[in-house]
C-alpha cells in the first residue's frame, strides 16, 4: 500500500519562513529568490517552491525581470501555471499601482519632477547597471516599469529591437528610459548621450518616442533632455 504520511519537510520550512517575515517585515536579510519563494506560498498550498523561484529568476534573469514578464511569458517557461502567472503579473501591476499614488492621473509625462522622483524610486537597492523602460499611453501618462538586465556592474548597452520588442505589447509607443550609475554619480557620460541619441533614431524609424533618458546615480536623477542633451522630440 502507498504510504500517504504526509511530508512536512516543506510545511516546516514554510513555518520559518513565515516566523522570519513577521520579524523582519522590511525583507531584511532576505534574498530575492525567497521573497518570489514566498510570493508563491500563495499559489501552491504545499511543495517546494524555493526550486520554483529559483528556476524563474534563472530563466527571466532577475527577480525584477520575473515580475515584469507578461502571463503568456511566464506560461510560456514552462516553470509555473496559469493562477501563479496571473498572480505574479497582478503583483507587477499592483506594485506599479501603488508607486503611482494609487492614480492613475498622478503620474504625467509633463510633471518632470514628480517623473524623476518616480523612477529613482525603481533604482533602490540595485548594486548594478541595469535598463529600465516606463512606458507611456496615449493620454502621456506613465503606465509600469519594465526592467531590461542587459548590462554588468559597470556597463550597460542599449538593443533597439529588444526594447522594441518590450515595448509594444503594452500598446504604447512612447517611453522613458532609465538606467543607474551604483555608487557613483548620475551625471551622464558622453558613452550615455551618444548611446541615446543613436537610440533615439533607432526608435523613431520603427514608429517610437523616446521623451527622455535619465540616469539615476548616488546623487540624484539626471535628465538628458533638461539638460539639453536630447532635442530632437519635444512633448
Known amino acids: 500500500m502507498e504510504n500517504r504520511t504526509p511530508d512536512t519537510t516543506h510545511l516546516g520550512h514554510r513555518a520559518r ?3 522570519r517575515f513577521s520579524e523582519n517585515p522590511d525583507f531584511a536579510g532576505f534574498s530575492q529568490h525567497e521573497v518570489l519563494e514566498m510570493l508563491l506560498f500563495f499559489c501552491y498550498t504545499r ?14 534573469g532577475s527577480f525584477d525581470a520575473v515580475l515584469s ?42 510633471d518632470w519632477d514628480t517623473v524623476l522622483e518616480y523612477i529613482t524610486g525603481w533604482f ?24 531590461l538586465m542587459t548590462g554588468g556592474r559597470h556597463n550597460i548597452r542599449f538593443d533597439t529591437g529588444e526594447i522594441a520588442a518590450k515595448l509594444l505589447p503594452t500598446g504604447c509607443r512612447t517611453l522613458f528610459i532609465a538606467h543607474n550609475h551604483p555608487n557613483a554619480s548620475g551625471k551622464p557620460s558622453d558613452s550615455d ?5 543613436m537610440l533615439m533614431r ?10 527622455d533618458h535619465i540616469v539615476v546615480g548616488n546623487d540624484g536623477a539626471y535628465s538628458l533632455r533638461r539638460s539639453g542633451l536630447l532635442f530632437d522630440y519635444e512633448i
Not at 47 to 60: K, M, P, Q, S, V
Not at 124 to 147: H, S, Y
Open 124 to 147: 533602490e537597492g540595485e548594486d548594478k547597471e541595469v535598463i529600465k523602460l516606463f512606458p507611456v499611453n496615449d493620454a502621456m501618462k506613465l503606465t509600469r516599469c519594465l526592467p
Open 69 to 110: 514578464a507578461e502571463p503568456e511569458e511566464l506560461l510560456g517557461s514552462g516553470i509555473v501555471g496559469e493562477s501563479p502567472a496571473w498572480a505574479i503579473s497582478f503583483l507587477s501591476s499592483l506594485c506599479a499601482y501603488i508607486r503611482r499614488g494609487c492614480d492613475e492621473d498622478s503620474i504625467t509625462a509633463y
Open 202 to 211: 533607432g526608435l523613431n524609424e520603427l514608429g517610437i518616442k523616446l521623451i
Open 47 to 60: 511543495g517546494d517552491t524555493n526550486a520554483i523561484a529559483h528556476r524563474l529568476i534563472e530563466h527571466f
Open 17 to 19: 519562513m513565515k516566523k
Open 193 to 197: 548621450v551618444v548611446s541615446t541619441r
